[in-house]
């Protein structure tokens, strides 16, 4: 284990290396100048430039231009400081054939960490995810996500919000920007409704996704349109439990893990996958918290991780 003063510095290193970039899901870090953060529904249409056009009711629209400083991945293991930044345990599956139209699940919010460890900076991220990476991770340009989160991240600034649950809507767009959707706070046991679904029809030149994080207590949803363009190809989809600058297994949430149900899937061509046909994959790339993968016979998807566990 590292020393106090190890830690110390580890914890410094991270925090320093905060200042300007900001952690997303997905496992990249994004300039802060290059994250947008929303409070109302907005669309997002990405022209083949790599322009993107920004719309809001009743608001002029924003023009981005590609962000000049290009996402940068955080090694996975930092070991000589003695944390690590991942995607830790994930359901995976991809049909590069047909692709996809829509994914939703449903989970609740679990108990919260009981450390955000040194500095306060560790995060976790529990989020179902559609990609057109073709199930590789790390080679997707864009991800449309539905994320609960813990902690600090590029969409959650706040230090008064980094100790609560926030539920919100995603989207990294494919021209090196981020885009923060309304957070709503929850709290434990909310039952969460992450959907992303293709209201387009490419066929037509409309290839237009509709993500929309629900919290079923209250009903209150975070929204976003974005219009990918007809080169991008949704063709992944994802479970996954992603852990920012963790350095203990305290910073995971208390309990066993949490479990996606109600996983519905449909195929580019506007068929529902039946569950039993579902490829879900597993994978597995940190376990010194018993972090894993189990698949149950109803359908249903359980991330696995022990925050009891001492490493």
């Known amino acids: 284990s590292l020393s106090v003063t190890a830690v110390a510095q580890s914890a410094s290193s991270a925090a320093h290396e905060s200042d300007e970039w900001l952690p997303m899901p997905g496992g990249l870090l994004f300039h802060r100048s290059c994250i947008h953060h929303h409070s109302e529904h907005f669309s997002s249409t990405l022209l083949p430039n790599g322009t993107e056009i920004i719309s809001k009711a009743g608001q002029p629209d924003e023009v981005h231009h590609p962000c000049p400083f290009s ?3 955080r090694q996975g293991l930092a070991s000589s400081l003695g944390y690590y930044s991942d995607w830790v345990a994930y359901a995976s599956t991809a049909d ?8 939703s699940s449903t989970w609740k919010v679990p108990p919260a960490p009981k450390s955000r460890g040194p500095a306060g900076l560790s995060s ?13 991770w790390g080679t997707a340009s864009l991800i449309l996500q539905p994320v609960l989160s813990y902690g600090k991240s590029g969409c959650v600034l706040d230090p008064l919000n980094w100790g609560r649950w926030n539920f919100l ?33 490419p066929s037509s030149g409309n290839n237009t996704w509709l993500t929309t994080s629900t919290v079923s207590r209250t009903n209150e949803s975070s929204t976003y349109q974005s219009d990918l363009g007809n080169d991008k190809n949704i063709d992944a989809a994802y479970l996954t439990i992603e852990a920012m600058i963790l350095y203990s ?14 996983n519905i899937l449909v195929d580019g061509r506007e068929n529902v996958v039946p569950s039993e046909r579902i490829k879900w994959e597993p994978n597995v790339k940190h376990s010194e918290c018993s972090q894993g993968v189990r698949f149950l016979e109803n359908g249903d998807v359980s991330l696995l991780y022990d925050a009891s566990t001492t490493y």
Request: with cysteine; glycine share 18%.
């Open 71 to 73: 996402p940068r991945r």
């Open 96 to 103: 590069t054939t047909r692709g996809y139209s829509s994914l």
């Open 124 to 136: 976790i991220y529990i989020f179902n995810g559609l990609e057109d990476g073709s199930g590789h």
């Open 169 to 201: 809507s995603f989207l990294v767009s494919g021209n090196g920007r981020a885009h923060c959707g309304k957070r709503i706070g929850v709290r434990e046991g909310d039952e969460l409704v992450g959907s992303m679904s293709r209201v387009g029809s």
């Open 249 to 262: 297994c305290e910073a995971y949430p208390r309990g066993n893990g949490t479990t996606f149900t109600e």
